[in-house]
């Protein structure tokens, strides 16, 4: 029997692990210090399961435990009154932690200090598979600022933090729109910076190219009752929780002290499209109280652990359907798994209500991951590149002053009521991501495939290809926008006839690792990647590979080309000098790449106006009377007018938006393949 036992230790030995009396399992013995321990510090560690261990010296305690996760695990003390031990394994991400010695909680003197629970405390990382997007890494900086102030609403001196994109302080001219980004209960103003690295979230984001740079404020939304709660003795909470009002004081501060003061001290673009509000766990509810109250001050919605969004919050809302222009929900997959959803219902079922009356709606789950820094990491992750994308400032940039003239009116009247929203009773098509191998730019791109209800291989359909804006990719027309649907109800509604709809990637820069290279021709490619390098991956490689893998019309009169923003400069240029190739050709809100805006490209914008006269079925130039870009339409509109081409001339009332965008594609649908 001695034996037996002998040669079980020595086999654990042997594979690399110790024998833990705790977890009745092997203990991995590649232990290695916390990246965010103290200075020269060995304690505490983390193994490759994602156990810590922990040591410290207390030769007078009788009892230490290590509490994590809401679990404490006792420490074993040797001869020297070193106690050592480890917890089970953790999930990926940060985490708070504390000593218990004889009673007594202490923070571990061996790890950094970070304010959460309340208290300035222990925390430990876990390594994470997918930590490179919040790596500290060679790419350009922004700051991360403390600012002092005093808020009038409260009669106290405050503090926030500010981080600024890189190159905040090289281009004075230049604006930024801003995100007010809130921690959880027990937390701070500096838990985002820290605990969460949003800096470095966004300095990695902008450095991809991934997200519009923006300000980012992060204050303290910390609140107390006002009065002491039912049942005190048993801690018990009141009937109502939070109690009404809970949110009045922040939302005070927010909207009377701080947005102002940011907007006077900062490049900010200080109106309701540029600005938006998001929030983890109580910051998440805070956000949704808040944002419900003020639709007319944040366009962008992001709650994560925090509750959700309801139909019937938005009907109590007057305005927020209208004016806001993403809600954004997430939550860890630990979190569901526990019914931990918070307020309002059932987050998901939440977000699929608000994605069928039509409002842009994206639900997000981190997997692996529970009511913790690493679901609240990867929220922000996915939530920055979703923010102000469909947004051009209409002061600087690309913007200009907005003068209308006679013909810069509507061509049609505003769409029905739920033209974009997901209707039941109708069949949908499937959409389909889709790789395909571009010969022209030497490596596989991504495409998005909408087909029709029905769809058949025995049967031929047209296509339109519709192309996204800047800052944007090929998701933009279905989560942006809701071009699915729109289409869908069109088909139903037996307006237009079924197509098949194909958003490629419009962005076809030529990076170090592309094997092959197409050399620009200097016509259209005034924005680095949407020019000719695009034009022939669509003409030589996306039209061949649709073509060839679906059951549709292969000739100029069933082809369309339509786009919006930078994609709908694309579909101008692109079109008009390839007529022979598309019957139908649209730009809503063209960016300034078309061609022969003023500066931006000296080549003609229609090389051949008898082909355009003979051989277009419809041309269509389109734009927001609210818009800053109308002037770079407005030149195309009046070109066309001079050269006796037929054109569809539509001014509508919208902005630089998706309510432009989702409009025109439903007209515009109704004027093809007749």
């Known amino acids: 029997m001695k034996n037996q036992v002998v040669n079980i230790l020595l086999a654990v030995i042997l594979v690399g692990g110790v024998y833990s009396a705790q977890s009745q399992t092997a203990v991995i013995e590649d232990f290695k210090p916390s990246s965010v321990n103290q200075p020269g510090k060995e304690y505490p560690m983390v ?13 007078e305690a009788h009892k230490v435990q290590l509490d994590i996760s809401a679990v404490k695990y006792d420490l074993v003390k040797d001869e020297n009154g070193v106690w050592t031990g480890e917890s089970a394994p953790q999930d990926e991400g940060f ?38 997007f919040y790596d500290m890494k060679n790419v350009p900086h922004g700051e991360v600022r403390e600012l002092h102030y005093f808020s009038k609403s409260n009669n106290s001196m405050r503090r926030c933090f500010i981080y600024t994109p890189p190159g905040y302080e090289k281009n004075t001219e230049k604006r930024y729109p801003v995100l007010y980004l809130q921690h ?13 690295h949003a800096g470095l979230i966004m300095d990695n984001l902008i450095s991809e190219g991934n997200t519009v740079p923006f300000i980012i404020v992060m204050d303290n939304g910390t609140w107390s009752m006002s009065g002491p709660p039912r049942n005190r003795e048993r801690g018990e909470r009141p009937a109502q929780w939070p109690p009404k009002g809970w949110a009045d004081g922040f939302m005070k501060t927010l909207l009377n002290d701080i947005i102002p003061m940011i907007d006077a001290n900062y490049r900010t673009i200080a109106d309701q499209q540029h600005r938006a509000m998001a929030g983890l766990s109580m910051g998440g509810m805070q956000t949704r109280v808040i944002t419900l109250a003020n639709p007319e001050v944040f366009s962008y919605v992001g709650i994560f652990s925090g509750g959700s969004i309801s139909t019937e919050d938005v009907e109590n809302a007057p305005g927020f359907k209208e004016k806001v222009k993403l809600v954004f929900v997430s939550y860890g997959s630990r979190e569901l798994e ?21 409002i842009n709606t994206h639900f997000y789950v981190s997997p692996q991951t529970a009511h913790e820094w690493q679901t609240w990491r990867r929220s922000l992750h996915e939530f920055a590149p979703l923010l102000f994308r469909g947004n051009v400032p209409r002061r600087g940039g690309f913007g200009g002053p ?46 998005r495939v909408y087909t029709p209800p029905g769809y058949r291989t025995n049967k031929k359909y047209p296509v339109l290809y519709l192309l996204h804006g800047l800052n944007s990719d090929n998701h933009q027309w279905t989560e942006w926008c809701q071009a699915d649907n729109i289409v869908d109800n069109l088909i139903a509604d037996g307006k237009i006839q079924p197509m098949i709809v194909v958003f490629p990637s419009g962005d076809a820069k030529i990076t170090a690792t592309d094997t092959v ?17 695009f034009e022939v991956d669509l003409l030589t490689d996306i039209i061949p590979y649709i073509e060839s893998n679906y059951s549709v019309y292969s000739d100029q009169k069933h082809r369309a080309l339509a786009g919006l923003s930078m994609g709908g400069g694309q579909s101008l240029n692109i079109g008009m000098y390839n007529i022979n190739t598309f019957a139908y050709v649209g730009g809503f809100s063209s960016a300034p790449n078309t061609n022969m805006f003023g500066g931006m490209s000296n080549v003609e914008f229609l090389p051949d106006s008898v082909a355009a006269k003979e051989n277009l079925k419809l041309l269509w130039v389109a734009c927001g009377n609210k818009d800053g870009l109308i002037g770079v339409s407005k030149k195309v509109h009046q070109y066309l007018k001079e050269k006796g081409v037929t054109h569809v001339w539509h001014v509508d009332s919208n902005a630089h938006d998706n309510n432009e965008w989702d409009s025109n594609l439903y007209y515009f649908a109704q004027h093809l393949f007749n």
């Open 517 to 533: 290279k197409t050399e620009g021709s200097g016509r259209g490619n005034g924005f680095e990647g949407y020019g000719k390098s």
């Open 95 to 132: 985490h708070y932690y504390q000593l218990w010695i004889d009673g007594a909680a202490v923070p571990d003197p061996g790890s950094l200090y970070f304010y959460g629970a309340s208290r300035w405390g222990s925390g430990i990382e876990i390594p994470a598979k997918d930590q490179n």
């Open 402 to 447: 907005i003068e209308l003239g006679p013909d810069d009116k509507p061509a049609f009247p505003e769409p029905p009521a739920g033209y974009n929203s997901q209707r039941d009773e109708v069949p949908h098509g499937q959409l389909t991501d889709v790789v395909y191998n571009s010969k022209s730019l030497g490596t596989q791109r991504k495409m």
């Open 47 to 59: 193994n490759s399961e994602g156990r810590v261990r922990v040591q410290i010296s207390a030769p």
């Open 184 to 196: 959880g209960g027990g937390e701070d103003e500096t838990g985002w910076s820290g605990q969460g």
């Open 338 to 358: 526990n019914r931990r959803a918070g307020l309002g219902g059932d987050p998901k079922e939440n977000s699929d209500a608000l994605k069928k009356v039509g």
